[in-house]
């Protein structure tokens, strides 16, 4: 009997604990959940057009020129010499300084009147000019050849003239003839006094100068 009381304590217990237990419980709320703020993923920037670089145009070659065939200069024709000219009966050689802007041609009309006597004149002074008869420098010393009776030779005389301090043959031609290119006179007439330096002549030098070139 005992035992079965118990059983019957212990049960009625288990009850009221089950019961006491259930009232206990609190409504618990579900309180809501915030929403996580999402916020939209940034666009990607846009990447720059990269243009491919030009490629670098090929410049053909030039084509080889041809070879030319070398061109053959024809060579210039000798300077005849001076044909022999028969000598002027009863002839005489006279002097003749060349002037500025003479030539053969121009001296052969103006002492015989015939352009022809040109080569006369050449053949007569071949040592003096050359071969080149078209090259005449002035102040030259040519031989003519005139007959006795029209030859006139030019007179002239030799004075003194002192060096001044500063002076060369090529003023002292300018002052005294009237051109530069006459010094060449001085020096053939004081050649041997000054030698084979005519740009040096001491002050004081006494030179001798023609009183008259033609």
């Known amino acids: 009997m005992k035992i079965r009381n118990f059983l019957k304590m212990l049960l009625i217990l288990s009850i009221i604990g089950l019961v006491i237990g259930c009232g206990s419980k609190e409504i618990v709320k579900e309180e809501p959940v915030a929403k996580a703020e999402v916020k939209p993923e940034p666009k990607p920037e846009p990447k720059p057009e990269v243009k491919p670089e030009p490629k670098p145009e090929l410049i053909p070659e030039p084509e080889p020129e041809p070879e030319l065939e070398p061109k053959l200069e024809p060579k210039p024709e000798p300077i005849p010499e001076p044909e022999p000219v028969p000598e002027l009966p009863d002839s005489v050689t006279v002097m003749y300084m060349t002037k500025p802007n003479d030539w053969l041609s121009k001296i052969a009309i103006s002492e015989y009147g015939e352009v022809s006597m040109w080569r006369s004149i050449w053949k007569w002074n071949y040592e003096e000019i050359g071969d080149n008869p078209n090259l005449i420098y002035p102040y030259k010393e040519l031989n003519l050849k005139k007959p006795r009776e029209e030859a006139k030779e030019i007179e002239y005389e030799l ?52 009183t008259k070139l033609y």
């Open 159 to 210: 004075v003194d003239y002192t060096v001044k301090q500063g002076e060369t043959l090529w003023s002292i031609a300018k002052d005294e003839y009237g051109n530069n290119y006459a010094w060449i006179v001085i020096l053939r007439d004081n050649y041997d006094l000054i030698g084979t330096n005519p740009d040096s002549v001491d002050p004081g030098t006494i030179l001798k100068l023609r």
